[in-house]
Structures are given as structure tokens and as C-alpha cells.
């Protein structure tokens, strides 16, 4: 494994917009930057949108429209122009969110972002442009839908009683109709149905309830690529169901599982249970290998791989320990004929050296399907969050560290990563909650950061 801490170009101070030939750009040293009502000087600048607000008796929001200014161009303003230029072709009129919601109303809660490639088919005469969903959970146990291609909340929220204390999301990668949404009493499937030539939502109805044994919570939910089961990990066992059939589905592990990670292939399943416990399956024959060289609990995984039928490379896992800030990277080779996975470790890094602090450990882990891309987020250790509390500091997080970074990875014929830059101006003071990689954009992947207060910022990467 090599990495190389390469020093991204000078950011100063600013919002990050959006990664153009391989720096992340803020407001400061572009030709464009977002200009906000002077009436809103607490709106957040950037790509985004924020949780509809508690009570929510109307999704809908006006928002504010979002400009780009154009100075004096600089020396090479042409190619400043031309990322202004492909901002637009990829978020038009995009608009900032409305004010934050209420404190306490807009917790930290699971989102997924729909499949991009399972957009519902299009009119041959008048295509319609496709609905690009990110369902993400509210704290009155409903699931509200936002469509960026419109950059509004649909009216429609997914409600049921059987539906509470939602933990976890996951679109069926095969369908964009299909969600599962993992509570207290097991796993609701919904059906949406979409207008045949608007194409976007016109409603939708639960189709079952997967309960599983033990009336056990689900804490998280992974599909297979080409949907033919659904891994459910819930607080007292780990256990694969068929969504079609129903069922309570087949007991894999019977440990509280905490962390799961289905490679791209699918071909490879990880879960994580407390005390460091790790098993890898292999999904063909279901034999596993267990990891007992890691003493802490794992807090963050990534895979990168080929797709389903995609070939035969190799596939790469990094893992991160709770309270730590060190990757650790395994290989998995092909399994032809092979009844249990059987992984290599390949090496490690303490990614503190990029952030020149030892207070922040790793958080979450987000590998993008290209897997050039890798998003590392960033928390307070504990005994840093036990100096902020009584200091009255978040978190006991330090005014200007980081709360997310982007890498530049490549995985052949041996792992690189490379720092790419830090993401600016975009936590206003909240913990980051959550990330992922979104792939509706043609020019790159989407990263999404969801923030504590209800916030979730798109940061394009235009690589």
C-alpha cells in the first residue's frame, strides 16, 4: 500500500464547491462563488438541502434561488468559465435550504440516495427527466423523499404503524421502486409508483413486513447488487431474507451486529459485531473467515471492486477501529471454486498525518463506485468530547479541523491514496452524521454529507 501525502493547493478560507481537475474548489480562489440574500446571512452557502421541519404539515419550500457571480476573469478564466459552465449543466438552478429546523427536531438519521441507473423509463416522444431520490428517515418515524432533479420534497412521506424508530435505509439496486426501511419491528418493503410521463412520484404502498426472529431491532440493511436477497443485521443476530417471498429469513451470525458492507460484486459480505469480532462471507456457498486480529470494534468499512459479472479483480476493504484514525486495507482475490473467502492484509496508515491533530478519529468510511474516490469523516475521540463538554465545545471539536476529506485512490496493481483536500465551510458548527457516494451525475460522483441539524451538502467531484 502507498500513500502519498501530497499538499493540495492553497484553499484559504471559504466554502468547498465542487472538485475540478483534482482540487477541491472553494469561493475564495474561483471566478465564482455564491452570492446569498442579504436578508439570509445564516443561510448555508453551497449545494444542498435540509430536513423538512417538524411538524411538517407541508413538504414543499420555496427556497431561495441560488446565483453565480462572475468578476473581473482572471488569467485562464476560460477554464474557470467552463466549470461554472458544467456547475450549471449539472445542478441547475439549485437552491439553498430555508432556515435550520427547530433544536432537537432534525436528529441524526440514515438517508440512501436511489440507484441512478434504475430510473423509471422514459416516453420515446418526450423523455421526462428522471427523478433522483434521496430517502432520508425523520424523527416522527416517516421516511420524506427529496428529488433533485426538481430540488424540492415530494408531498408524499412513507408513514406505518409497523414503521418506528427507523435506523436504516436501502433502495433495492435493481428497482428504483423498491425501499426498505429497517426499524423496531423488523424491515418495511415499500412500493413507489411514479406519473408515466412526469415521471416523478405519485405515491406509494408498503408491500410487507419482514419480521425478524426476536422481534430484534434492524440496525442496518445491505441489498444484493442484483437484488436477489436482503442481509438484515439486527441487535441480536444477522440474518438474509427474500423481500419477495418473506419470511423471517436465515440466521447467519448470531451476534449484534453493528457495521455491514456488501462488496460492489457482491460476491463478498462484511460484518462487524462489538469486541472486534469481523467475519467476511462468501454470498455463492456462504462459507466465512473471521478476523480476530483487531481488538477494537470497527467503526467505518469500504469496499471497492468490479461490478456484478464485472470481471474477476481483485476486491479491497478498508477498515477503520473505533477511536482511531488508521485505515487498515485487505485484499480479497477471485473465488472460483473456493467455499470461504480467504483475505489478505495488506497494510495500514494513520491518516492523523494528513490532519496534523491526534484529537479526531475516523467516523465513516465512503468509497465511490469508480473507486478513484474515497470520503474519510471525521469525529471528536472520546476523551476529546469529554474536555468539550465541560470547555462547552461540540464535541470537543477545535474551531477549524476537519470534518471531512477527500482522497484520490486507486486500487491496481497496489493501493494508492492520495490526499485530494479537505472539505470547508460546510459544518457551520454541527457533527457530521453520515456520508455517501451518489452516482446521478455524468460527470462524477456525487458526495453527500449529512449534518446533525438536519443538513445534507452535495459537493459534485468533477474529476
Not at 127 to 156: F, T
Not at 175 to 181: E, F, I, T
Not at 357 to 362: K, N, P, V, W, Y
Request: with cysteine.
Amino acid at each position: 500500500m502507498f500513500v502519498e501525502d501530497a499538499s493540495p493547493p492553497s484553499q484559504g478560507d471559504g466554502v468547498t464547491l465542487c472538485e475540478l481537475n483534482g482540487a477541491l474548489l472553494t469561493g475564495e480562489h474561483t471566478n465564482f462563488r455564491v452570492a446569498l440574500p442579504a436578508a439570509s446571512p445564516d443561510a448555508a452557502s453551497g449545494y444542498g438541502f435540509e430536513l423538512p421541519q417538524l411538524p411538517a404539515q407541508q413538504l414543499r419550500h420555496p427556497g431561495r434561488a441560488l446565483k453565480l457571480h462572475h468578476p473581473s476573469p482572471p488569467a485562464r478564466a476560460s477554464a474557470f468559465a467552463a466549470a461554472a459552465g458544467r456547475l450549471h449543466a449539472a445542478l441547475k438552478r439549485e437552491r439553498p435550504p430555508p432556515p435550520p429546523p427547530p433544536p432537537g427536531t432534525a436528529a441524526a438519521r440514515p438517508f440512501a440516495w436511489q440507484p441512478a441507473h434504475a430510473a423509471p423509463p422514459a416516453a420515446p416522444s418526450d423523455p421526462p427527466a428522471r427523478p433522483n431520490l434521496c430517502a432520508a428517515a425523520l424523527a416522527d418515524h416517516s421516511v420524506a423523499l427529496y428529488d433533485l432533479s426538481r430540488r424540492e420534497w415530494s408531498p408524499h412521506k412513507l408513514v406505518h404503524t409497523h414503521q418506528t424508530d427507523v435506523r436504516a435505509l436501502a433502495w433495492q439496486p435493481e428497482g428504483c421502486a423498491v425501499l426498505a426501511v429497517g426499524g423496531a419491528k423488523g424491515v418495511c418493503i415499500w412500493r413507489l409508483t411514479f406519473s408515466p410521463h412526469a415521471a416523478e412520484l405519485s405515491g406509494a404502498h408498503m408491500l410487507r413486513l419482514l419480521e425478524l426472529a426476536a422481534a430484534s431491532p434492524v440496525r442496518a440493511l445491505a441489498w444484493h447488487p442484483l437484488g436477489a436477497w436482503l442481509a438484515c443485521a439486527a441487535s441480536s443476530h444477522l440474518a438474509v431474507c427474500d423481500a419477495a417471498g418473506g419470511g423471517a429469513g436465515v440466521e447467519l451470525w448470531g451476534a449484534a451486529v453493528e457495521l455491514l458492507q456488501l462488496s460492489p460484486c457482491g460476491r463478498l459480505l462484511l460484518a462487524s459485531a462489538g469486541a472486534g469480532r469481523l467475519r467476511v462471507w462468501e454470498t455463492r456457498r456462504w462459507g466465512w473467515e473471521s478476523w480476530r486480529r483487531f481488538a477494537a470494534p470497527c467503526a467505518a468499512a469500504a469496499w471497492s471492486g468490479p461490478p456484478p459479472l464485472g470481471g474477476a479483480a481483485a476486491r479491497t476493504l478498508l477498515l477503520a477501529l473505533r477511536g482511531e484514525a488508521v485505515v487498515h486495507a485487505l485484499r480479497f482475490p477471485t473465488y472460483a471454486g473456493i467455499r470461504a473467502p480467504r483475505g489478505e492484509y495488506i497494510g495500514h496508515y494513520d491518516l492523523s498525518a494528513l490532519l496534523c491533530t491526534a484529537s479526531l478519529s475516523i467516523r465513516s468510511l465512503d468509497w465511490a463506485a469508480s473507486g478513484t474516490r474515497l470520503a474519510v469523516g471525521w469525529e471528536g475521540k472520546a476523551e476529546g468530547r469529554e474536555e468539550g463538554r465541560e470547555e462547552g465545545r461540540e464535541e470537543g471539536r477545535e474551531e477549524g479541523q476537519a470534518e471531512l476529506t477527500v482522497l484520490c485512490t486507486r486500487t491496481h496493481p497496489t493501493l494508492h491514496l492520495q490526499l485530494l483536500g479537505h472539505v470547508q465551510g460546510h459544518a457551520r458548527g454541527a457533527a457530521l452524521s453520515g456520508t455517501s457516494f451518489s452516482s446521478v451525475l455524468e460527470q462524477g460522483p456525487l458526495l453527500t454529507a449529512a449534518w446533525a441539524d438536519g443538513r445534507f451538502s452535495l459537493l459534485p467531484l468533477f474529476s
